[in-house]
């Protein structure tokens, strides 16, 4: 049986960390959505390495965990979108939301169906990009923004940035929940 993280005994700040990071990895692997974490840099052209999946990312490419940990970004997402979503990423660390797009996962067997991207920057205290959070679905949930409207709301005195800021606290709520 697992320790509680915290319980009776005191446990030292390593061993509550690893105690948090298991429990992390099972709640991970309960869920149906495909859940990958990037590095914050992109290695030239191909986008950043894959440092965690979770089972279901697996079962939806059909791929085995060892395939796709530290390979690039570009094994899985559409070529034909991948530059545009790769010149985002800044922006999207930036605007500190969640934001997806829709594009083509190219799965082991050779298909390339379409999936809802979402992809959030987790930031340390100092707003340093530490990775990407991503996770993949079929379905469109439409609360959340496009990954194409973070350039629009990074302009200031455009539509989007008055839409955005008039509904700031609407949209906080709701991508919380998400």
């Not at 290695?43 to 490419?61: D, E, F, H, Q, S």
């Not at 990954?147 to 539509?159: C, F, K, L, N």
Request: hydrophobic letters at 40%; proline letters at 6%.
């Amino acid at each position: 049986m697992t320790q509680p993280i915290f319980s009776q005994h005191p446990l030292s700040e390593i061993q509550q960390l690893k105690a948090v990071n298991h429990h992390l990895r099972i709640a991970a692997d309960q869920v149906s959505e495909g859940i990958m974490i990037l590095e914050p840099e992109p290695t030239v052209g191909t986008g950043p390495r894959i440092v965690y999946v979770n089972k279901a990312l697996c079962k939806i490419t059909r791929r085995p965990m060892e395939e796709l940990l530290g390979h690039s970004l570009s094994l899985l997402f559409d070529a034909d979108k991948l530059s545009g979503f790769l010149t985002r990423l800044p922006a999207v660390a930036e605007a500190g939301r969640m934001f997806h797009t829709i594009a083509g996962l190219n799965c082991a067997d050779g298909s390339n169906d379409d999936f809802r991207w979402t992809v959030k920057a987790v930031n340390d205290r100092y707003g340093r990009t530490l990775n990407y959070t991503v996770t993949l679905r079929r379905e469109i949930v439409p609360e959340i923004l496009p990954i194409e409207a973070v350039a629009e709301e990074q302009t200031p005195g455009s539509d989007a940035a008055a839409a955005s800021a008039a509904s700031a606290e609407d949209d906080a709520g709701i991508i919380e929940k998400s």
